[in-house]
Structure formats: structure tokens, C-alpha cells
């Protein structure tokens, strides 16, 4: 650079660049500071939760599920409780999504024949004869919520008036798709599983607040009361309860039932953490000077105590609902839980049971499948949150 330049009206030297560039950079880095200051623990949380790339996948995973779980008829191609004994243990037919390099989804016709010898019906894949598939197709009719009624359906062969069919998921022993069923037993089984979650979250809280708040004989009482029920088999004593059931109670009255059963032991764990919390917060500064204020027993806990370990109650609660999953599969399987003509991933499973259904249709398997799914994008994502609601990590 010519040094008369430097001088001159116009002209910026190499140091106040460098100058103004630092300033700049300092003035982010104090912009960004400045923000997570004033920033709510929702959004540091928010911020922290962003980098675990795999709890953001597995968030979208179950938020795919969720989905699902709330539109369970959308998703399905037929109706779940239609039997066909013509199309009993029909095979997995997959979509063939291009054709010729043109897009242009599609699957092949299966064709059945019974083998006169073992008298097994056997399926083959015709490819010259194609099924065509659409999206957003007419079906059969169902109510969205149960308010509005309609008949489009998110996948389904392109002409609905056809006697034509298709099961990605094959069939089971009385012909019903195995897709639109996992559909409808995915709805079931989560909302088991949230429901059971949120009573024990909801008991825990209230139980376990009032036993760190209050201590004395409250704290006795309750603590005692905890510990008998944790000292009582889990699993034994579900069998136990579910199997006292009455066999003619309706499908609502045994969901209840199932989802009361599987929250009575759930809450144990989370009124001891909250104990401990509020043992430890009863005596600092805040809550004194909330009492000082004038503000009621009521308003001291759930205002000032309960919201400052609310993630950590967050991700608890993420953690625990594959647990409640898995104990109603597991309830639902050995027929202890839900019963048809209920759906649910117990239910399906129950059609493997034996050998027999496993040699010869091995895609009944696949609700399991649903249920590994699902329990690792919730502990992944609790995992996450957990991570990002600790404030010393």
C-alpha cells in the first residue's frame, strides 16, 4: 500500500479495519451474552436442547408418531376390524415408488393359490399386473375426533370403487391389515402410556410436595406409604390386578382400568425426588421472603417452588412414558391386559404367540418393531432433555 494513502480524506487504514472488524465481533459476542441473560429457562433450555442432533431425530420420530396416534384412520388403508378369510396371511407388499425412471408408486398384484398337498394358500407377486397407488385417497368413512366426518385417506390405490386392496403389512389369520391395525394400536398404546405418565407425574407432584413441605407426621405417613408400595413386585401384582378384571367389561372400561393399574406404582419414584427438592428449597431466601409477602401455602409451591425444577420433571416424565409403554405390551401380550377387540401392540403381538403363526407369517412380528421404535426415540429424547434442562452441564 502506498503510505501517502493512509493520510488522505477516504481512505481507511489496515489498523482501523482491524479495529472496526473487532469491535464488531465484540459487539456480537456481548449481543449474544446479553441475550442469555435475559433469556427464560425455556429457551436456554431450547438453545442447549438443539445441539444433540440425535434427540432432535428421535423428536421427530415421535412427533411422526403423535401424529399418528391422534389420526390412526388417515394413516390406514382399510378398515382394522374388516375380516377376509380369502386373504388370510397375505405377505408384506412393498411400494415401488418409480418405474422406467418416471415416478409412479405402485405395488405387485398378489396372486393366491391353495397348494393341494399341505393345503397352505401360497401368495405370488404378479409384476407384470400392477396395483397403482395415490395419495389422499378416498376410503372408508370415519370421523376426525370424533366431530368430522370424512372419507380421504393419506394412502390407497388410485381408484377406491376397485375391489382392489393393498396391505404393506400383510394380513393376519382372519385377513385384517396389519397395517391400518398397527395404525389404530399405536393411538392405544401411547395414549396408554401418556395417561399413565400423566397421573403419576400428577400424584408424585402432589404427594411428594406436600411431604417435603409440610414434614412432621404428614412426611411419615406418606413416606411410609411410598416405601410399601415399592417394596411390592411390580409385575406380579399388575398380573394380578389385570387378572382380576371382569372378562365382560367393555374395551373403555378396561383401558381405564389398565391405565389406573399401571400409574399406581409409577408415582413413587418422582414424590421422592420432589421431596427431597422441596426439603431443600423450603428454607431459602425466595420462599421466605414469599411467606413474608403474605402469599398462601398453595400459591408458595406451585409459584415460586414447583417451576424451578420443571425441566427436570420434563424429562422424567419423557423417560418414563416407554416404560408404561412396554408394561402394557408386555400386560396386553400375555393376555392379562387389553383384550379384542381392542388394538393395541400387545394385542397384535398376541398373533405370534405360537410357532405356527411365526412360520407362517413372520410380519406379524412387526408391532414389535413399532414398540423398539418407539422406546428409543422417548429415551433418546429424554436423554436430550435431561441434558439440556441440567443447569451445570
Not at 502506498?2 to 456481548?30: C, H, Q, R
Not at 436442547?49 to 428421535?58: D, E, G, I, N, P
Not at 390406514?76 to 408408486?105: C, D, L, W, Y
Not at 405370488?124 to 395415490?134: D, L, N, V
Amino acid at each position: 500500500m502506498n503510505p501517502s494513502l493512509k493520510n488522505e480524506p477516504g481512505s481507511i487504514s489496515t489498523t482501523t479495519a482491524m479495529g472496526a472488524a473487532s469491535n464488531v465481533k465484540s459487539e456480537d459476542v456481548f449481543r449474544k451474552g446479553d441475550a442469555i441473560d435475559v433469556a427464560p429457562n425455556w429457551k436456554l433450555v431450547w438453545w442447549r436442547f438443539k445441539k444433540h442432533r440425535l434427540a432432535l431425530v428421535s423428536g421427530v420420530i415421535f412427533i411422526v408418531i403423535a401424529l399418528i396416534a391422534v389420526f390412526p384412520d388417515f394413516f390406514s388403508t382399510r378398515n382394522p376390524h374388516k375380516t377376509s378369510a380369502t386373504k388370510s396371511f397375505m405377505p408384506v407388499q412393498g411400494i415401488h415408488f418409480f418405474e422406467n425412471g418416471n415416478f409412479n408408486p405402485h405395488i405387485d398384484k398378489l396372486v393366491g393359490k391353495r397348494n393341494s398337498k399341505t393345503l397352505k394358500m401360497e401368495w405370488k407377486a404378479h409384476e407384470t399386473q400392477k396395483i397403482p397407488i395415490e395419495f389422499f385417497v378416498e376410503g372408508y368413512y370415519y370421523q376426525i375426533l370424533g366431530m368430522i366426518e370424512t372419507n380421504i385417506h393419506f394412502l390407497g390405490v388410485s381408484d377406491p370403487k376397485s375391489r382392489q386392496t393393498i396391505h404393506l403389512l400383510g394380513t393376519d389369520r382372519l385377513g385384517r391389515d396389519q397395517w391400518s391395525r398397527l395404525m389404530h394400536g399405536t393411538r392405544v398404546s401411547l395414549s396408554i402410556g401418556l395417561v399413565a405418565v400423566f397421573l403419576s407425574v400428577f400424584f408424585g407432584i402432589l404427594l411428594g410436595g406436600i411431604s417435603g413441605y409440610y414434614g412432621g407426621w404428614t412426611d411419615l405417613i406418606i413416606q411410609r406409604f411410598i416405601e410399601i408400595l415399592q417394596s411390592l413386585p411390580p409385575i406380579p401384582i399388575w398380573m394380578a390386578l389385570t387378572a382380576s378384571l371382569p372378562r365382560d367389561w367393555s374395551v373403555e372400561q378396561t383401558y381405564f382400568a389398565i391405565t389406573i393399574i399401571l400409574s399406581m406404582i409409577g408415582w413413587t419414584t418422582l414424590a421422592r425426588e420432589v421431596r427431597g427438592r422441596f426439603l431443600s428449597m423450603r428454607e431459602e431466601d425466595f420462599v421466605m421472603a414469599a411467606h413474608l409477602s403474605g402469599c398462601s401455602q398453595m400459591r408458595i409451591i406451585f409459584r415460586h417452588m414447583l417451576p424451578t425444577f420443571t425441566s427436570h420433571i420434563i424429562a422424567t416424565s419423557t423417560l418414563a412414558v416407554p416404560v408404561m409403554i412396554i408394561n402394557e405390551t408386555f400386560l396386553s401380550f400375555l393376555g392379562l391386559g387389553l383384550r379384542p377387540p381392542a388394538i393395541s401392540w400387545g394385542v397384535l403381538l398376541q398373533e405370534a404367540q405360537n410357532l405356527q403363526s411365526i412360520a407362517l407369517a413372520p410380519w406379524l412380528l412387526l408391532p414389535g418393531l413399532a414398540v423398539i421404535i418407539t422406546v428409543l426415540a422417548l429415551n433418546i429424547l429424554g436423554d436430550g432433555l435431561r441434558d439440556a434442562a441440567d443447569p451445570y452441564s
